[in-house]
């Protein structure tokens, strides 16, 4: 079985933190890098719900995308919800790390893997991380598709192929223009309006648009705007991490237990469709 310390090593070579964004918290929030690890859970976000389901499994090692404290802290008491977190896995045995911005860049990525999830075959990163001579690293994608397909049809593979939530997915445009090509950038994504237009794709699936970027891009031209759930668009790199994790164990003989959390953290509920009209 190997140590904690080894797993996390393989997991830097996937994710090396120096390529977070400065603001981020990525690494291990918790752990002793000697106990041994056997089963390891992957989720999005480090809440409540997941960690006890950690628990349940038995789990030795927790990785989230999601930092637990992104903004840093001065306490983890347990009378705070994220200090009960911290208490939880402590008294269990559970270490928790953490692949964000790191894990969103990485060749493959958050945006490969939502990419996979709607069978779009990837052409390049949307924003090219310049220190990649390969040009294979960066933020969010841009793909192809097999064949044209329509926004109304884009829409529904995505609603039938991602997690499902409250949400769904918002649709912005003409549901019966052509889509050819499609940038996609999983978690928020309304600060890449300008180089989603420079890269002249018909359509940009992610998830957290405001009102007025959003606007103003539909103004701009007739792209198409699909707007998922943050969790949602996240999730399937769930599954492309696991993946990389149960090879890395097959090549070194580690045996580990490899699971992904299908806890829903999205943290709406409900949805209800408006039916009143203007005022």
């Known amino acids: 079985m190997p140590r904690l310390s080894e797993v996390i090593t393989a997991l830097e070579t996937l994710w090396p933190p120096e390529r977070a964004e400065s603001w981020d918290a990525v690494g291990t929030v918790v752990g002793d890098p000697g106990q041994e690890v056997t089963r390891v859970l992957f989720a999005v976000d480090p809440v409540r719900d997941v960690v006890d389901e950690a628990v349940k499994l038995g789990a030795d090692l927790l990785v989230t995308h999601h930092p637990l404290y992104l903004r840093g802290t001065t306490t ?3 009378t705070h919800f994220k200090g009960r977190v911290v208490h939880t896995l402590i008294k269990n045995d559970i270490a928790l790390h953490v692949a964000h911005t790191n ?3 990485a060749d493959p990525g958050v945006s490969d893997a939502l990419a996979g999830a709607l069978d779009l075959r990837v052409v390049r990163p949307l924003v090219p991380d310049p220190t990649d001579p390969e040009g294979r690293r960066g933020l969010g994608r841009v793909c192809e598709l ?4 329509t926004v109304r049809e884009l829409a529904d593979r995505a609603a039938a192929r991602l997690p499902a939530t409250a949400q769904g997915i918002r ?3 003409d549901l019966e223009a052509p889509v050819r090509t499609v940038a996609v950038s999983g978690g928020s994504g309304d600060s890449l309006f300008d180089v ?3 890269a002249g794709v018909d359509a940009f699936l992610t998830a957290d648009l405001r009102h007025h970027p959003a606007s103003e891009a539909v103004a701009h031209s007739p ?3 699909l707007d998922a759930a943050h ?3 996240e999730w399937p790199w769930c599954e492309l991490a696991a993946a990389q994790l149960d090879e890395i164990s097959d090549r070194h003989g580690w045996d580990l237990r490899v699971h992904v959390s299908r806890t829903v953290t999205d943290p709406w509920t409900s949805h209800s469709p408006s039916l009143g009209a203007p005022n």
Do not use: F, I
């Open 76 to 78: 983890v008491a347990a």
């Open 103 to 105: 894990a969103d860049t």
């Open 146 to 149: 097999d064949h044209p397909v």
């Open 171 to 173: 649709v912005a445009g």
């Open 196 to 198: 989603v237009r420079a």
């Open 223 to 225: 792209l198409a705007l």
């Open 231 to 233: 969790w949602a668009t």
